[in-house]
């Protein structure tokens, strides 16, 4: 892939239309990967099995898209982001949000299940501040981890060339990438000791998401070799989920995870191509406020699945190729309609949401 050698010159517009894309898209995914997650259950190789690994194969860079965007945003050297207003106002409207919707979480499950008793409370209780959550929430603590990293990270964009960066991001896809991949087959499993640990765990290795995503964002071509891209990071997703699922008889979800090769490349492809397409202004309109909205949606929509599975709508309600796409919009639309309503709410919107 052809790269410049120089970062890429533009006016700032009022809000980043790439990021707004990217977090539409990224919100989208998600929606899919958590309802095509109820058909993968099934038999492995049936018509329902497959389907459902195509939508949640090519919504798979959900997560790192989010951190990608995040990267992209916070780690601009021309944003002003002190130490004082990291901690005064992103991390603890993180906090915030994180135990209310925990908490409301536990309480939805305690109605659902008819067990709100005192006792069940008080064990709520301890769970949540155990960070024992919601399963979605997971996000939420990685964030927490990706903003006290921030003034490091914020350091190396700030001050570090482009080949230094590109060093960091080699060493990261490398450890955090690469190694996770490879290390359940042979002749890697022969690893012992320090070497075995080499491996970055997912958690620390998504704040190298967001190093690669501020990469992106200054040193990009438009290409053609982003559709490959995303192309070969779905194939190996995909591939290799199937082909190993049919070794094991049962869903294998190594090829699925964010810290994958191919979910990686997927990311790549896509975000570069987010970079490359042309918005209307009527869609650009669309994009933001679905941008704005994602958050809202993504700790929300939870709540819908569950209920519509309750009422019998699900992956498994009508061929999956058709019922996953049909049932995210869906969700999509109830998670906008909550975000329009609490975002009325006075200290909500800048809080919780």
Same mark, same amino acid.
């Given at each position: ?41 099934g038999?492995v ?11 949640g ?17 916070? $780690? ?17 409207? $993180? ?14 499950h ?13 064990? #709520? ?13 997971y996000?939420?603590?990685?964030m ?15 001050? #570090? ?6 060093? $960091? ?31 970055m ?12 995503g501020?990469?992106l ?13 995303a ?11 199937? %082909? ?20 990686? $490349? ?10 490359s ?5 009527r ?34 309600a @009508? ?9 995210s %919009?869906?969700?999509?639309?109830? @998670?906008?309609? #909550? ?15």
């Amino acid at each position: 892939m052809k790269r410049e050698s120089t970062p890429v010159a533009a006016p700032t517009p009022t809000r980043n239309q790439t990021v707004d894309l990217v977090k539409a898209v990224a919100i989208a995914s998600v929606l899919l990967i958590h309802v095509s997650a109820g058909g993968l259950g099934g038999e492995v190789g049936s018509a329902e099995w497959i389907s459902c690994l195509f939508w949640g194969s090519v919504s798979r860079a959900a997560v790192p898209l989010f951190l990608m965007a995040s990267g992209a945003l916070l $780690l601009d050297p021309a944003r002003d982001l002190t130490l004082k207003k990291l901690y005064t106002k992103n991390f603890l409207r $993180l906090v915030a949000a994180l135990l209310f919707w925990a908490v409301c979480y536990k309480v939805f499950h305690l109605l659902v299940w008819g067990q709100m008793t005192v006792s069940a409370l008080v064990q #709520a209780a301890k769970e949540i501040f155990l960070f024992r959550h919601e399963e979605h929430l997971y996000y939420l603590h990685i964030m927490l981890l990706v903003y006290a990293f921030l003034p490091a990270t914020r350091l190396v964009a700030a001050h #570090a060339g482009r080949r230094q960066i590109e060093y $960091l991001l080699g060493l990261w896809f490398l450890l955090g990438i690469l190694y996770p991949t490879v290390k359940p087959f042979w002749p890697f499993t022969l690893l012992v000791g320090i070497p075995a640990q080499w491996l970055m765990n997912m958690t620390y290795a998504s704040i190298g998401y967001t190093l690669l995503g501020h990469y992106l964002s200054v040193y990009y071509t438009h290409s053609r070799q982003w559709i490959w891209t995303a192309m070969a990071g779905f194939l190996l997703t995909f591939g290799g989920t199937w %082909a190993a699922s049919e070794v094991a008889g049962k869903l294998d979800p190594h090829f699925l995870e964010g810290m994958g090769v191919g979910v990686c $490349l997927l990311a790549v492809g896509i975000y570069g191509l987010c970079q490359s397409v042309f918005v209307s202004e009527r869609a650009e309109q669309a994009l933001a406020y679905i941008s704005k909205a994602s958050f809202c949606v993504f700790l929300t929509h939870i709540f819908f699945l569950k209920t519509f599975a309750c009422i019998g709508l699900s992956a498994q309600a @009508g061929p999956a190729v058709f019922t996953v796409p049909l049932l995210s %919009a869906l969700l999509l639309g109830c @998670g906008c309609a #909550a975000y329009a309503v609490l975002s009325r709410i006075p200290g909500v919107r800048r809080w919780l949401i």
